[in-house]
């Protein structure tokens, strides 16, 4: 059903840390909690964030309380706002665009996601009556974030989300229709289930999106061809649950929920290290 794992086009779309200048642990602010273990504001290097732009705890962030920075995706933006928007010129060397540079990149990675998610769209079989739909926005989310700074900073982005939301839930429809033939269609009537008890539950087809899953118990539920866009699984317990087919789900959804060797995942994502550790 899904080929994203043989989608080339996906490739400029996933972070390259070393064509990046550390924007993610520069531009972006975070506050302590359970996945920051202490305040940086927007625009302030992480302490952490080396010379030559790499972590110097990647590998041990969970360790050092920074599990909030193996949940985080730019879909590319990093790689394209440093090499491609200013061409190769770090903020450390020319610290007049830091400022722009640093609000520039969290524009750039919402385009950069909504790519993501339409050329999942775009690799699916249910969707070829709207491809010539799904290219052409495509071509146009990829134009803007080829703009210029000045025109970066300028874009409408709800007008924008709302286009591509458009063929996105078109999508879902589409995707979800085809289980939801043999049984009666899943319409969530909340949106939050922090902390419920879904375990067992069938939720086959139904439509997620947005939904707060936070430490819920999903163990060994049917999740089959459902719409994850952007649901919250922050320590969602996935042990044993059923996720294939599902569309819209990321890597870093899946790394930030809890899970084993029994939670069947779409093929395009793997399992995460610290499930089975």
């Known amino acids: 059903m899904n080929a994203m794992n043989n989608n080339d086009s996906l490739d400029p779309l996933r972070a390259d840390c070393l064509e990046c200048f550390g924007l993610c642990c520069t531009a972006l602010p975070f506050a302590k909690s359970a996945d920051f273990s202490f305040d940086k504001e927007g625009g302030t290097p992480c302490t952490n964030l080396r010379a030559d732009y790499r972590c110097g705890i990647h590998q041990d962030l969970r360790e050092n309380g920074l599990k909030g920075c193996t949940v985080y995706e730019c879909f590319g933006a990093g790689q394209k706002v440093s090499q491609v928007t200013y061409n190769g010129k770090d903020w450390r060397s020319d610290p007049a665009t830091a400022e722009e540079m640093f609000a520039v990149f969290p524009i750039v990675q919402q385009i950069q996601e909504m790519l993501w998610y339409l050329h999942e769209a775009l690799a ?8 010539k739909e799904l290219r052409v926005q495509i071509e146009e989310c990829e134009r803007l974030t080829r703009e210029s700074p000045e025109n970066i900073l300028r874009i409408n982005l709800p007008e924008l989300r709302a286009d591509v939301n458009k063929l996105l839930i078109l999508t879902s429809e589409r995707v979800r229709s085809q289980i939801q033939k043999k049984k009666s269609p899943k319409k ?3 949106s939050d289930f922090i902390g419920a008890n879904l375990k067992g539950a069938d939720l086959a087809g139904a439509d997620l ?18 719409d994850l866009i952007g649901a919250d ?14 569309i819209f789900l990321t890597q870093v959804q899946v790394n930030a929920a809890k899970g084993d060797s029994s939670t069947k995942l779409p093929s395009y994502l793997k399992i995460p290290a610290h499930w089975v550790e």
């Open 188 to 190: 969530m009537r909340r």
């Open 209 to 226: 999106r947005g939904a707060l899953l936070i430490a819920a118990d999903l163990r060994g539920a049917d999740m089959r061809v459902t």
């Open 233 to 246: 699984l922050r320590d969602a317990d996935l042990r044993g649950a059923d996720l294939t087919g599902c």
């Open 124 to 131: 699916l079989e249910v969707t070829t009556s709207f491809h």
